[in-house]
């Protein structure tokens, strides 16, 4: 039996925690009805990349200094995972995107991109290990892509990881800063690559038979991809790339096409001069942006919105923005955006990701030494 002067220090606790609760929580205004805002966890170090564990175990969240966490149920984090690779932690390099394996209730592995250091410079690599059956540690982790040559002193890896439905992996990649290189075939930079699962190139990629091609590549001229997604209706990969000084866009990338950079642009360059080997808004050749911002976002992470939770969100695609400290919603006709909404302002907050949850609620992390996991839905009336 409790002691009273127990019971008291419980329902103390209780109280303490229920308001704690309650100051985590708040609403903001937006066009679909009231936003609610909720904590789920706190004290990440710059969050990057998110995956829903199944069965409501939790999460894994990277943290771009080099650590993999799991977050509870309960928001409680995790000491670091074990058996992560090491990482190139400059710049804008790090720990990056983490997804699960397809079948990861049968092989519980885990995919990991990240900035690798090798030939006096860096690159992005990509892995997978074995969640250990207590969650603690990646077991067996193996390097099944790296992009090649390294040439990163710190900016532009890209990089996000989708697979699609016939279980190809996606690699969204960065062009490392150097821009001619996404125009050269022989280079993994500034290029979509896809794979499968273990690391081979499927036959049907679009220049293996190309002599001087890398054989991963499906698509090239990105700058620097930090979002992509699989449309949940159509079935194809969309993705996104920061522009120079302006020209944020959305790519639906094909087979072997070429989307532009640095040829086609409609930013200029941080100096406020040219990009001197643009030749345009549109070119010959290459393909225009299916969305564009003349006026950099930043955007960071995308998911699109197919859940029965919240039904006026269906249809949207939500995109983070780090300089604009938004999550932006793009409201869909078919593949066409038809309105944009930015959401988050008052918080200040750089979004880095966004994902739709298997509960039907957002999940978004912030973007700072103290960042947070975040889940929104829309307040019931």
Do not use: C
């Not at 066009?31 to 199944?54: D, M, R, S, Y």
């Not at 066409?336 to 302002?345: A, I, P, S, T």
């Not at 966004?354 to 992390?365: A, I, K, S, T, W």
């Amino acid at each position: 039996m409790l002691r009273p002067h127990l019971l008291a220090s419980l329902g103390l606790a209780a109280l303490l925690s229920s308001q704690a609760s309650l100051a985590e929580s708040r609403q903001l205004p937006s066009e679909l009805g009231q936003l609610q805002i909720e904590t789920v966890a706190e004290g990440l170090a710059n969050p990057w990349g998110l995956a829903f564990l199944p069965d409501g175990q939790g999460y894994l969240v990277t943290e771009r200094p080099g650590r993999l966490r799991r977050i509870a149920p309960d928001g409680a984090l995790s000491a670091p995972l074990g058996g992560v690779p090491e990482v190139f932690a400059v710049g804008q390099g790090g720990l990056l995107d983490v997804v699960l394996s397809p079948d990861f209730a049968a092989d519980r592995l885990v995919y990991l991109s990240y900035a690798e250091a090798g030939d006096g410079a860096a690159g992005t690599a990509v892995g997978r290990g074995r969640l250990s059956a207590d969650a603690t540690a990646l077991e067996g982790f193996e390097v099944i892509f790296r992009q090649q040559p390294k040439l990163s002193s710190g900016t532009h890896f890209g990089s996000r990881l989708v697979f699609d439905r016939d279980g190809h992996l996606f690699i969204a990649l960065g062009d490392n800063n150097q821009r001619s290189t996404a125009q050269a075939l022989d280079k993994l930079q500034g290029k979509l690559v896809r794979i499968h699962p273990d690391g081979r190139i499927p036959a049907d990629n679009p220049f293996v038979d190309q002599a001087g091609a890398r054989a991963e590549v499906w698509s090239y001229g990105h700058r620097n991809q930090q979002g992509a997604a699989l449309n949940p209706w159509s079935g194809r990969l969309w993705s996104h790339e920061h522009g120079p000084r302006g020209g944020d866009e959305i790519n639906i990338p094909e087979a072997g096409k070429n989307y532009g950079w640095p040829l086609a642009t409609h930013g200029i360059n941080y100096s406020l001069l040219p990009i001197p080997e643009a030749k345009g808004e549109a070119v010959a050749g290459t393909e225009p942006p299916h969305h564009v911002w003349e006026k950099s976002p930043a955007i960071s992470g995308m998911a699109f919105y197919d859940a029965e939770r919240f039904p006026a969100w269906q249809h949207n695609l939500f995109i983070g923005a780090l300089a604009g400290q938004a999550l932006i919603r793009l409201q869909l006709a078919g593949d066409k955006v038809v309105h944009e909404e930015r959401l988050l302002q008052p918080l200040k907050a750089r979004i880095r990701d966004v994902r739709q949850g298997p509960d039907g609620f957002l999940y978004v992390l912030t973007d700072a030494s103290d960042g947070r996991l975040l889940r929104l839905g829309l307040a019931r009336e």
